[in-house]
């Protein structure tokens, strides 16, 4: 099967990720000096894709869950660079309805749940007073996979079958991240937010369904250095 670009670009920065730290960790052994923090974590994501299309009567989070590993190289004692590489879900519950929804669509009225799986590679910027850090910078995910659940076409269009899958959502998804953490030791513990800049849909039907929204997911993670 053909590889995105896109997918080589985050794989890319993903091997980029480890070869800085391994070198970085290496010259700062030789030079006695602190090293860089390289570590596992996860935690809960709270998603929403914030719809803003007429036939929408209501839309909830959808809870889901990342996980993956971190590193933390120090500029100074103040700044240091966190880049990650995560397993994250996203996505939102959105409730359809309206007189003209069944017309438009060929779609019955409801809850539609929208489930994605990105890979994600967020890169950002720590400036760390004591044992709180503040830290934002951009991130670039790629989507593993998406599924559209609970809905149905309607007996308005009993021969349309409707369906909604990874190809119907853009593979590739940029934005940014801030967020603050705690470091106590070797746990770190913190909560993030993620602010999407690319629409999600790229098809007629999920475009239309999704009204150009973006992702945004909350996060509250646990991590683990060493």
Known sequence: MKKSPYFRLVISL???IVTVLASTNSSSAQNNN???KFGIKGGLNLSQLYVEQPDVE???MKAGIHFGVFGKIPINIFVAVQPEVLYTNMGSKVSYGGSDFENR???ETGEIRFNQNYIQVPIALAVNVGPLNIH???YLSYLLSANVKNWNSSELSPNVVQQLDT???NRVDFGLVVGVGFDIKNVNVGARYNYG???VGNTNLAGNLTNNSKNGVGQIYLGFGF
């Open 14 to 16: 993903t091997l980029l």
């Open 34 to 36: 602190p090293g860089p």
């Open 58 to 60: 209501d839309e909830n």
């Open 105 to 107: 669509f060929g779609i």
């Open 136 to 138: 934002a910078g951009p």
């Open 167 to 169: 190809k119907d959502f």
């Open 197 to 199: 800049l690319r629409e």
